[in-house]
């Protein structure tokens, strides 16, 4: 017996070394930056963090990334440790924007650095958001799905609408929602019936299969996020409702929606670029600590794909994934909750572009069938 | 004027053999039997006899060491040293299985019995009856309600239905179940555990009833209890433990209730 | 004295009341039916069963668990690291064929679920202190294997979760079939008594001779295998393997759905059949609600309501059954 409770002491004491010894970089850096995220529960946002560790890696920076598994306090404990383990700037992704503002503030205080990427916080001491923002995206696609009502519609813009919404309360959530709801409520005759799928494929399938049962006349699908419209076409497809009559537009072109779009399940996906988002901002966050203010653009700036050189000329998963910066620009700078918003482009994904080598999910990224 | 019970004269503990045979065909003989728990001496040297056909006595104080033996002996515990030796041969009671294919069987002090379960599944639990349904082994339902009937019938116990859950039987009637293992099991001696304790007077007959049915069916008992009345009532000898030995042995004819109360206050070992 | 029979009413009411939920189930089903259109259809009880089943593994899992005296926090977890785990070896380490990567994913759920049952069972470490840790340990193993969803899954994975057999989906077959299997192994084997034992009297079942570390081991490694054909299940309604199989509420279900079928907490009580009806509960409340339509936030709390009634008229149940069982004018009833 006290063999076995020595070798299992032994296992976990190894446990936190072994860690301990991955976060950090071999080579002598001078430059330490942190990845503080909210959710890895996809290929959306493990790719996200993948980047942000490749980006990092090839230039030789110390870094280090952690997931707060949904829980806003776990992020401002989890910044917190990284800040005190020595990160000089921090990338945050944040699962609340409200709830998050203590560690832009606990940053403040010892000058270091937060850069937002893909979910911002409300605080004017963040030096700069990277990302599109769910709620533009949401109007976007709103408008698409409005147009084909009209002219399914003759003219009339009425008609049954679902909405695949994310886990209630959450930021993400609530903005890519009321894009879809400033878009849609200005129309009468629309009937929106919501489905709430907390991001994921199976509660969305089932959440999906329950209204559909009472409502199975829909003539669109608006659904927050990918795998959540996989599993509304999943659900679709076991009431014998054929998806490619319903017009469905998700935002994010998971590798599953984009298998959807190429057979016609899912007429459109307004793409973001994981992979971008994390590259931009670290790259931002490092101009920063160099030359400060300076290193960053000015608002009303529009950044150009060719201002911007992101490849480091390494290649990750078989592919220069900086290389085509199409996925992203042009950007526009503006101003938004008193910090500088760096707003990407976004891709529409349809039918004909579907194969595009630069869509991400088109990479075979590890991890990935 | 009765005779004086043996004594020990060196307070090392006293052999428990009945005064009419030393030794000689008995069913049960402990040698000098010690049980430690970590520093703790429980047992000191134990010996003594059971024979076939007796109701024997076990009595003694709180920590005289009854529990500790009564374990030894139906498998729930190894001793540390010391021979056990079932009807002349030598054995090794490793476990329960082992005690119960001697024919040894034990009615603990919480009856073992789980309450949720019928009574009829009490009585076999751990030993059911089983039949083949095509490729597999099942319960045989029909012979343990049948067997349980019977026994449930013989023991005369107040119980209407056999698959009634064994929760809702008196404490008696909860004995009874116990008992019926043993006696279906074929057992050559029942341990019996503090089995009049927590009961009612009228459940405190019916159990001195079983243990004089048991004798009567040739089966021996160790009947183990700090309750004097109610083992004189029904023993023929009693073995007195004091601090984890044997302290004093008794023939009934030889003693009274009071005499027993007595040996039991002033017996210690290592005088 | 022994051998009397219950009255016919007796019987009668003792039958309602043990299998009370069902009762229970079609009270609800009906209340549903006629405030909603469409609710009282085959088609939606179709696919109330088809949605249940792949939890109701999870269900009967933690049923078995309970009724031995144990619990089990991380079969959730099981279900999606072996089915991750399975498909990642199957589709993208190996090429293996769709039915053997099915069977292995109950197989590694076994070896998984048997983990716990060593820990439990030999080394003697309080259930809920083990299935916690080998619940964190499974959650990020299957997020360290794949991130993302495995797609490329063939239709013989996909058959038993997925499949239709005569037009009804196959899952529900294996819902019935579990059920029944496991309801029999637990009232007609010895081994079944002796899980009731080990949860109704641990002490007494070692007395007895029954071994409490094999009876743990055993339940904790089949435990783990009806999660892993939870998982096997969910991949084929899914139609691909996420990462997020069985995550976030299921395991709460998992213990609601085998509590309201009137699997007892303390252990050694609790039947298949009434498992089987809480899970099905569970789904037509969830059903029920959702077809209401009202807003997302206000069905959630309709739903926890709904569940707290049937938990409160179960309560009741077990009392109004003790009652019946009591045999007339014995002492424990007068007691009553």
């Known amino acids: 017996m006290k063999k076995i409770l020595v070798f299992f002491s032994a296992l976990i004491l190894a446990g936190p070394l072994a860690f301990g010894m991955g976060a950090k970089e071999r080579s002598k850096p001078s430059i330490f930056i942190g990845l503080d995220t909210k959710t890895v529960t996809n290929s959306w946002e493990g790719y996200f963090q993948d980047s942000f560790e490749w980006f990092a890696k090839d230039h030789g920076w110390k870094y280090i990334a952690d997931e707060a598994g949904g829980d806003p306090a776990v992020q401002i404990t989890q910044a ?142 608006y659904s927050a996020n990918g795998p959540m419209a996989v599993g509304a076409v999943e659900a679709m497809k076991d009431l014998s409702i054929d998806p490619s009559k319903v017009f469905t537009v998700t935002i994010d072109a998971t590798p599953g929606v984009l298998a959807m779009i190429k057979s016609g399940d899912i007429r459109m996906a307004l793409d973001q670029a994981p992979g971008f988002y994390t590259a931009i901002a670290a790259h931002y966050l490092v101009e920063y600590l160099r030359n400060g203010q300076a290193g960053l653009p000015k608002v009303g700036d529009t950044i150009k794909g060719s201002d911007l050189t992101l490849s480091t000329g390494v290649k990750h998963a078989g592919q220069d994934i900086w290389a085509d910066n199409n996925a992203w620009a042009p950007a526009k700078i503006t101003q938004e909750f008193g910090h500088l918003w760096f707003q990407t482009g976004a891709v529409l994904v349809t039918k004909d572009n579907a194969d595009s080598p630069a869509l991400w999910a088109n990479i075979k990224l590890p991890g990935k069938a | 004027m009765r005779e004086e019970p043996r004594e020990s004269s060196r307070g090392e503990g006293v052999r428990g053999g009945s005064a009419r045979n030393d030794g000689a065909g008995a069913l049960l003989s402990l040698e000098a039997i010690e049980k430690w728990y970590g520093e703790v001496h429980a047992l000191r040297g134990v010996t003594l006899e059971v024979y076939p056909r007796e109701i024997v006595g076990l009595i003694g104080d709180n920590g005289a060491g009854k529990s500790t033996l009564i374990k030894i002996i139906s498998g729930v515990v190894p001793r540390s040293s010391g021979a056990i030796r079932w009807k002349g041969r030598k054995v090794r009671v490793g476990s329960v299985r082992e005690a119960r294919r001697l024919g040894i069987e034990t009615v603990h002090q919480d009856r073992a019995v789980v309450g949720s379960m019928s009574v009829a599944r009490n009585i076999f639990l751990g030993r059911e009856p089983t039949r083949w349904m095509g490729p597999f082994r099942v319960l045989d339902r029909a012979r343990m309600a049948q067997e349980a009937e019977r026994l449930v019938k013989y023991l005369n116990l107040n119980i209407s239905s056999v698959d009634q859950d064994v929760r809702f039987c008196s404490g008696g009637e909860m004995q009874g179940v116990a008992i019926s293992r043993a006696m279906h099991f074929k057992a050559s001696l029942v341990i019996l555990d503090e089995p009049t304790t927590a009961l009612a007077v009228s459940g405190v007959q019916t159990v001195l009833d079983f243990i004089t049915r048991l004798k009567r069916d040739g089966i021996a008992c160790l009947f183990v209890t700090h309750n004097l009345h109610d083992v004189y009532a029904v023993a023929d000898r009693f073995i007195v433990m004091a601090r984890g030995s044997v302290a004093a042995v008794v023939e009934r004819k030889d003693c009274t209730v009071e005499d027993l109360a007595r040996l039991q206050v002033t017996r210690k070992a290592g005088a | 004295m022994t051998g009397a029979h219950r009255s016919l009413a007796q019987s009668a009411q003792l039958f309602i009341v043990r299998n009370l939920i069902w009762a229970i189930l079609v009270v609800v089903f009906l209340a549903f039916s006629v405030t909603l259109p469409n609710f009282f259809t085959l088609e939606n009880v179709h696919l109330i069963l088809y949605v249940a089943s792949a939890l109701g593994m999870l269900v009967f899992a933690e049923s078995l668990v309970l009724v031995s005296g144990n619990m089990d926090l991380s079969i959730a977890h099981i279900a999606g690291l072996s089915s991750m785990f399975v498909g990642a070896l199957s589709i993208q380490w190996f090429h293996l064929p769709g039915w053997s990567a099915a069977i292995l994913m109950i197989v590694v759920g076994a070896m998984l679920g048997s983990v716990n049952g060593f820990f439990v069972g030999w080394v003697r470490i309080n259930p809920f202190l083990v299935t916690l840790s080998t619940f964190l340990m499974y959650n990020w193993l299957t997020y360290a294997i794949n991130r993302g969803a495995i797609l490329a899954v063939s239709p013989a994975l996909v058959f038993l979760g997925g499949g239709k057999i005569f037009g009804i989906f196959s899952a529900i077959f294996v819902l019935i079939l579990v059920c029944f299997l496991l309801g029999f192994i637990l009232t007609r084997t010895p081994f079944g008594g002796y899980v009731h034992a080990i949860g109704g009297n641990p002490e007494a079942s070692f007395m007895l001779g029954i071994s409490l570390p094999w009876m743990n081991f055993w339940v904790f490694t089949i435990a783990g295998a009806l999660a892993g054909l939870c998982g096997l299940l969910f991949v084929g309604y899914l139609d691909s393997i996420p990462s997020t199989i069985a995550g976030g509420d299921d395991i709460f279900l998992a213990f609601a759905g085998a509590i309201i079928g009137g699997i007892s907490l303390k252990g050694g009580e609790g039947t298949m059949s009434g498992a089987l009806g809480g899970v099905l509960l569970l789904g037509i409340i969830d059903t029920g609600t959702a077809m209401t339509l009202i807003n997302p936030a206000v069905r959630g709390f309709l739903d926890g309501l709904i569940l707290l009634l049937a938990i409160l008229i179960n309560k009741y149940r077990l009392e109004l059954r003790d009652r019946i069982l009591l045999p007339r004018g014995s002492a424990a009833q007068a007691a009553l």
């Not at chain 1, 903005?175 to 409520?185: A, E, L, T």
């Open chain 1, 80 to 221: 917190r440790q990284m800040i005190d383990s020595g990160v000089q700037g921090l990338i945050v992704s944040a699962q609340d924007a409200v709830a998050a503002k203590p560690i832009v503030e606990f940053a403040a205080q010892k000058n270091i650095p937060v850069f937002t990427a893909d979910a911002d916080i409300n605080s004017p001491n963040v030096k700069m958001y990277v990302g599109f923002s769910g709620e533009r995206a949401g109007s976007e696609l709103t408008q698409r799905l409005v147009d084909f009502l009209t002219s399914k519609h003759n003219g009339q813009v009425k008609g049954t609408v679902l909405e695949m919404m994310g886990p209630l309360g959450g930021a993400s959530s609530m903005d890519r929602s009321k894009g879809f709801h400033d878009v849609i409520d200005k129309y009468p005759g629309v009937k929106v019936i919501q489905a709430v799928g907390d991001f994921q494929e199976a509660p969305g399938k089932t959440a999906a299969l329950n209204v559909l049962r009472a409502n199975p006349h829909i003539d669109a699908c």
